[in-house]
Structure formats: C-alpha cells, structure tokens
C-alpha cells in the first residue's frame, strides 16, 4: 500500500502542472491587462487579481484532489479487474472490419478513470448543441409558436406531395440554419440606442426604422465560433442534468421496449412467436406484391399532421379528458376498475386480441418431438505382446485407424475406459438406455475410406489393422485393402493354423480369401447409441 500511495503522490504534481496549463487560459491576459490598464483603475485591477489568484488556488485544490481519488480508484480497479488477453500494457486490441485474410489490429486506449473522467469533461462541455436543439425540436411541436409549426407543417406537406424535395431539404436546412445565423453575426443589423453629442444615452426610433438593415459594408463584429462551455459554470452543470434526464428516459424506454416486445419474440411462448413470425412474413409477402397500390403519400401526409396536431394544447386537453372519461366509466367511486386490477382494454382491441389467440390455439401446430440423433463410439483393444491376448483398451470417439492423422503422429489414443464414462454432446440427452453394436461394421469402414483393415461380417464385427512388414511393427496400412473374413475361428486357434502351415512370413496379400494373414496390434468395434435435444423450458 505504501508504493501504491508513493506511486500515486509522485504524478500528482505533474498533473497539476498540466491541469493549471489547460484550465487557467486567462493568467496572461488578465495580467497583460493589467499592466496595460489605466492608472486610475489600478486598485479595481489588483482586487480581479487577487479574486482570480483565489479562484485559481481553489480550482488548482479541486483538480489536485480528484487527480488523487482518479489515482487510488485506478490502480485499485487494476488489481479487482480480472485479466484480459485482448488488454496489453493498458490498450486493447480490436480487429477491424476487412475481407482480406491478413487480420488488422486497431490498438484502442483500454479503461482508465483518468480517461473516462477526462472524457465526460470533453462530452459534457460539447454535447449541449444537442439538447438546444432538441429543446427547438419540443418547442416547435407543441406550438409554443403556432407560426413555426404551421411553418413546419407546410414544408412536411409540400415534401409529401413531392416527395423529390426531399433531397432540398438538407442544403436548405444547412443555408438557414447555418450560413445566414454565421453572416447575420457577422454584419448585425444597427442597435436602437444612439450615443447623443453629449455623452448621454438615448434612443431615435424612426432614425432606426428608416435606416433598416443592410449587409454592405466591412464585417462590423468578429466571426462567430463554437466553443466548449467552460467547466463547473452553469451552462456545464445544465449539460449535467440534461444528459441526466436523457439516460433516464432511455433507460425507461428500453425497459418498456423489453417488456413489450421480448416476450412475444424470444420464443419463450413458441405457439405466440410462431404465429407472429407467420403473420410478418405473410404482410411481407404481401408488401412486396400490392405496395405499389398503397397510396404512400396519402398516408405519410395524414400521419404527420394528425401526429403534430396532436401536441396543440387544445387537442392534447381534449386527448386528455376523453381518456378520463373513459377510464371513470370502467372505475367505481373509489376509482378501482371494475373488473380488478386490471386495466380496461377497448372492445376492438380485445376483439382483435381474441381472435390472434383463437387463430394460434387452433392453427399454430407445433413438434412437440425432440430432434433425435445418432452419437457412436469405438471400443478399442490392443493385443498384449507377451501373452498374445487381446486386452481391453479405451472407448475413443475415433476408429484410430492406420492412416488416421494422430496414428501417424504417433499420438495415443484419447478417451475413457468404462462406457459409464461416456456422457453425451453437450445440450442432447440419451433417448436409448443402452449401447447397441453396430452390426454393419463394412460399412462404416467404406464409408470413411479405410484402409489396410480386415473387416469381421460376422461374429463380434471386430475390424483389425493389418501387419506391416515394411514398419516391422504392427501399424499396418502401407500397401492398403481390406480383407473381409467370416471369423468364424477363435483368434489364438487362426494364429496357431497360420504358423503350422508356414504362414508366418506371408503377408495379408499373400493369405487366404478367409483372412489368415498376420494381424496388427490394434483391433476396434463401433456402437452406438440415439440421443435427443434436451428440452429447456423458460427463458434464460
């Protein structure tokens, strides 16, 4: 802890450093001001300075305390964070979108608390742009000036009878909204007070109204700029709550969103989900057929102005008062609906819902049967090498054939000794209660192309690998083939009938048609068993 503090009080002064350079802009100028002011305001000059010395040392006390705490919370955050393998030296890698087959890196700024703090600063000083105008966007639609939404409405409803002005839109938008306010700030119309010969302060109405405006002339005021508000003012604290209130809405609006729409799409409800996704593809397909018919423009105009007269206060009081009337006809004296707790649903609305539900109740047929598959696994065996018997080995997902890619690595085999051990693929669930051998042992052998094996049609359907004289060992499949036999003969009594007729130097080519040639070390059996998806109720 004495490090981590010692490591944390050795950065603060060069962050205070840094924290005085970008917030105290104005140390030179107040004080070039100061050295070129008149003689008669000096003593009004050093009381700003020291007023401003004050402020500085409280800003410069403020920063240096959340400096500290951004610190302490860093480092601490550090050690309680669990490692990442895509965070390195406090950056974190994000592959970017391509479509070529070398993978780009973008290296991104992992988490910090300096950083976020310093951040949210920049956010919160830049984004009250977009509150100004979404409060204009308020204002206009609930007819704080009857003459800019009727204005609006005009412009929406010429766009909706010709719908090509809508690319007009944008420049004219950025021509009124941004070059004229730029060049009226530029060339402002003249004031309507007028400095008398005599020093005195007085207005001139008509020498104003006849002199009107005009934009000839030099520039009379300095450009117009956008800059960030400056940090604890009140523009600052304003942007604060503004950004408050939006995170709220947002999070209201997307728990409303969940609990409206997720339950009827997630398919927790499967005869529900099913029939609203029947009923979007069919408006789908319909769209795409008689759209053309739909007469659009209609529509978008109706909707726009039955949405905007909606926020006009007399039709919103009579909105209003329509639904409390509504809701005092279906509530007793107490206000209690009529019917309980819940609320009154309008008759075309229950009527619509009740024939949804009769429609998915009678039409929706769902298959109530879980998918079922078949899952195999291989017994092996290995023949012992003292005692010539055929010892039981492991149960392998794989045959472990000759040419099998871990054989020729020389890997050994993978898996589990007892079939109790052998459990099912994830999310599936045995529907069989025991394992069934596989009877058809040639063809799962021809099927995966096999070779340099000696396939049992009939007995225990044992598959053999076949002794290759080249390895001098028992990984057989060099010269490939397979050999089928009847195996009819214990394996030690066919061992023991090859070498008394002096077959011991033969190989498989050279053998019988009943398969009498020299076996390798490995033999293996296929069995199998039927599985199905196991069937999860409720949502996650």
Same mark, same amino acid.
């Given at each position: 802890m004495d490090v981590l503090a010692t490591e944390l009080l050795g950065t603060v002064d060069e962050e205070e450093e840094a924290l005085t350079d970008i917030y105290d802009p104005d140390d030179n100028t107040s004080t070039t001001t100061t050295?070129?002011?008149?003689?008669?305001?000096?003593?009004?000059?050093?009381?700003?300075?020291?007023?401003?010395?004050?402020?500085?040392?409280?800003?410069?006390?403020?920063?240096?305390?959340?400096?500290?705490?951004?610190?302490?919370?860093?480092?601490?955050?550090?050690?309680?964070?669990?490692?990442?393998?895509?965070?390195?030296?406090?950056?974190?890698?994000?592959p970017t979108i391509s479509g070529g087959d070398e993978t780009?890196?973008?290296?991104?700024p992992g988490f910090t608390v300096s950083a976020m703090s310093n951040n949210f600063r920049r956010f919160n000083a830049r984004i009250g742009v977009v509150f100004r105008f979404q409060n204009k966007l308020l204002r206009v639609l609930s007819w704080r000036k009857p003459s800019h939404t009727l204005s609006l409405l005009s412009v929406y409803t010429f766009v909706?009878?010709?719908?090509?002005?809508?690319?007009?839109?944008?420049?004219?938008?950025?021509?009124?909204?941004?070059?004229?306010?730029?060049?009226i700030a530029r060339h402002p119309p003249p004031p309507?007070?007028?400095?008398?010969?005599?020093?005195?302060?007085?207005?001139?109405?008509?020498?104003?109204?006849?002199?009107?405006?005009?934009?000839?002339?030099?520039?009379?005021?300095?450009?117009?700029?956008?800059?960030?508000?400056?940090?604890l003012s009140k523009d600052f604290f304003r942007n604060m709550g503004d950004l408050q209130n939006v995170m709220d809405d947002f999070s209201v609006a997307h728990d409303k969103v969940i609990e409206l729409v997720v339950p009827v799409t997630n398919f927790s409800?499967?005869?529900?989900?099913?029939?609203?996704?029947?009923?979007?593809?069919?408006?789908?397909?319909?769209?795409?057929?008689?759209?053309?018919?739909?007469?659009?423009?209609?529509?978008?105009?109706?909707?726009?102005?039955?949405?905007?007269?909606?926020?006009?206060?007399?039709?919103?009081?009579?909105?209003?008062?329509?639904?409390?009337?509504?809701? =005092?006809?279906?509530?007793?004296?107490? =206000?209690?609906?009529l019917d309980g707790n819940k609320k009154e649903i309008p008759k075309p609305v229950k009527m619509a819902e009740e024939a949804f539900d009769n429609w998915v109740k009678g039409d929706i047929i769902l298959d109530e049967a879980p998918e079922t598959r078949e899952v195999e696994i291989f017994e092996l065996q290995r023949l012992g090498e003292g005692s010539g018997e055929w010892e039981p080995w492991l149960f392998c997902p794989s045959p472990y054939d000759p040419l099998s890619a871990g054989r020729?690595?020389?890997?050994?085999?993978?898996?589990?000794?007892?079939?109790?051990?052998?459990?099912?693929?994830? =999310?599936?669930?045995?529907?069989?209660?025991?394992?069934?051998?596989?009877?058809?042992?040639?063809?799962?052998?021809?099927?995966?192309?096999?070779?340099?094996?000696?396939?049992?049609?009939?007995?225990?359907r044992w598959v053999y690998d076949i002794h290759n004289e080249h390895e001098g060992g028992a990984n057989g499949g060099a010269h490939g083939g397979i050999v089928t036999? =009847?195996?009819?003969?214990?394996?030690?009594?066919?061992?023991?009938?090859?070498?008394?007729?002096?077959?011991?130097n033969l190989s498989w080519e050279e053998g019988d048609d009943e398969g009498v040639g020299r076996r390798g070390e490995w033999r293996r059996r296929r069995w199998v068993r039927m599985v199905k998806r196991k069937n999860v109720t409720g949502s996650g």
């Open positions: 050295n070129n002011g008149m003689a008669s305001q000096s003593e009004a000059g050093s009381t700003t300075a020291d007023s401003a010395k004050a402020a500085r040392s409280i800003r410069r006390g403020i920063f240096k305390a959340a400096s500290l705490q951004d610190k302490l919370l860093e480092k601490l955050l550090g050690q309680m964070l669990p490692a990442d393998d895509s965070i390195h030296n406090g950056t974190t890698t994000i780009d890196y973008a290296s991104r909706c009878l010709d719908p090509y002005l809508l690319t007009i839109l944008p420049v004219a938008a950025f021509l009124l909204f941004v070059l004229v306010p730029s060049f309507s007070s007028m400095l008398s010969d005599d020093g005195g302060l007085h207005t001139h109405p008509d020498r104003v109204r006849n002199m009107g405006y005009s934009a000839r002339g030099p520039p009379l005021a300095p450009a117009r700029t956008v800059k960030p508000v400056k940090e409800d499967e005869a529900l989900s099913s029939g609203v996704f029947v009923l979007l593809f069919g408006i789908c397909v319909f769209m795409s057929i008689a759209s053309h018919l739909v007469p659009w423009r209609a529509v978008a105009l109706v909707t726009g102005w039955v949405a905007i007269w909606s926020g006009h206060p007399t039709v919103a009081a009579w909105i209003t008062q329509m639904k409390e009337q509504y809701a =005092g006809a279906h509530q007793d004296e107490k =206000g209690t609906p020729i690595a020389g890997d050994r085999p993978r898996g589990t000794r007892f079939f109790e051990d052998v459990m099912a693929p994830e =999310g599936w669930e045995w529907s069989e209660k025991k394992w069934a051998l596989d009877l058809w042992s040639r063809e799962w052998v021809e099927e995966r192309i096999i070779t340099g094996v000696e396939v049992e049609t009939e007995g225990e036999g =009847g195996g009819d003969l214990p394996d030690p009594v066919r061992r023991e009938h090859r070498h008394t007729v002096g077959t011991s």
